[in-house]
């Protein structure tokens, strides 16, 4: 099923098929469409039929069958060790949630503790500079003052030289001290600064973690609280609405709840149907979406190239594709008269699933795929040789 075409019938071949998987799209997108509104009400309707028959069955416990009693009794005893199941968990992770609650607090209380251990450290620190400070200073205000004293003119001049010198250099080594005391107050003055905003990022953060976990240990409680109060009652409520919900079968061949059975039955089954229908629109539009985007880049080197071809008035090309490819191709017109009639598969979604199904495994699998675009894009690349 081999084929040979020119580079402009190759570029028409390309988008033909490019635009059949997006019809395809398009249809399979209208079943799509059906599916999800025609599911939503059978789930509606399904819902309203088990929350009507689940107070028959558990405030009259004698008026059903024995078969539905039975298949109730058993179920019970399933819901009952999962809800047991829960509680030891719920458990669990309730103390787990208090211990880590409780351990933010001790670490909170660590670094309080740590903090005004060093704050008795820090305020001595600073009281002996605060102490050296005026100790420098009422120095540096005796040196001035003896300095004032020294008379300049007209003998002091002279005679106090030597003396005002020495108290000159005096004052400056005490100002120069002074100087790294002030800097060592400040410096003191900001490791506690520095410290008590640390401490209060560090505390607010635990602060927040704290009320994460309370909140999260107080929800679990209360669920703890719930399932141990509630037991029985859950367990039976549960296991009504597990056997209602999950009916695959009728318990019973006769009387007033087969008939009440019969419709649930239905949806039951239906709905299961149309899950694996939606499953199956969800994986073929998938498919179908990657497919169509790999195909737009081919299309897009193909124009590159007969848009070279007609620019440069380059010799005409001849391309050789594989059976693979055509028949890869060929698949198009089938897979689109399989969902076809919209209506008629929107209303049965096994059967979609089916057919779409059987296309995909055998035509449109993944080497299949991979194997098309190598042999089209080994055709593109051989028909080009004859330029060079």
Do not use: C
Not at 80 to 107: F, P, Q, Y
Not at 122 to 138: G, T, Y
Not at 185 to 195: F, S
């Amino acid at each position: 099923m081999s084929a040979t075409m020119t580079l402009p019938e190759f570029y028409k071949y390309t988008r033909e098929n490019r635009k059949r998987m997006a019809d395809i799209y398009r249809e399979i997108e209208e079943i799509q469409y059906q599916f999800n509104d025609l599911h939503a009400r059978q789930l509606e309707e399904r819902r309203k039929l088990i929350a009507a028959y689940v107070p028959l069955l558990l405030e009259a416990p004698e008026d059903p069958p024995v078969e539905i009693a039975e298949l109730a009794e058993a179920q019970e005893q399933i819901e009952r060790k999962a809800i047991e199941e829960e509680i030891t968990r719920l458990e669990s992770e309730t103390a787990d949630k208090r211990r880590e609650a409780d351990n933010l607090v001790r670490e909170a209380q660590r670094q309080v503790a740590y903090v005004r251990q060093q704050n008795p450290i820090l305020d001595q620190q600073e009281e002996a500079l605060k102490a050296r400070r005026a100790s420098m200073e009422s120095e540096i205000q005796g040196l001035d003052t003896r300095l004032k004293q020294l008379r300049r003119f007209p003998i002091g001049w002279l005679t106090n030289f030597g003396k005002r010198r020495r108290l000159r250099g005096q004052r400056a080594q005490l100002a120069e001290n002074l100087k790294d005391v002030l800097r060592g107050l400040r410096a003191v003055r900001k490791t506690w600064q520095a410290d008590k905003e640390g401490l209060q990022k560090r505390q607010a953060n635990l602060q927040s973690k704290w009320q994460a976990l309370s909140v999260e240990a107080a929800q679990l409680q209360a669920r703890l609280d719930y399932l141990t109060a509630n037991v029985d009652e859950l367990s039976t409520r549960r296991a009504v609405q597990d056997l209602l919900s999950n009916l695959e079968e009728l318990p019973v061949t006769g009387g007033p709840w087969k008939d009440r059975l019969t419709p649930l039955l239905e949806l039951n089954r239906s709905k299961t149907n149309y899950e694996t229908g939606l499953t199956s629109v969800a994986e073929v539009l998938g498919l179908l979406t990657g497919l169509g985007e790999g195909m737009d880049r081919f299309i897009r080197s193909v124009a590159t190239v007969y848009e070279e071809q007609r620019r440069y008035r380059l010799p005409s090309l001849t391309l050789n594709l594989s059976d693979a490819a055509t028949s890869f191709h060929a698949t198009w017109p089938d897979f689109q008269s399989k969902v076809k009639d919209e209506k008629y598969l929107g209303t049965h979604p096994l059967e979609f699933s089916q057919h779409v199904q059987g296309v995909v495994q055998e035509r449109l699998h993944e080497p299949a795929i991979q194997k098309m675009f190598k042999d089209m894009g080994d055709a593109l690349t051989r028909a080009t040789k004859a330029w060079h």
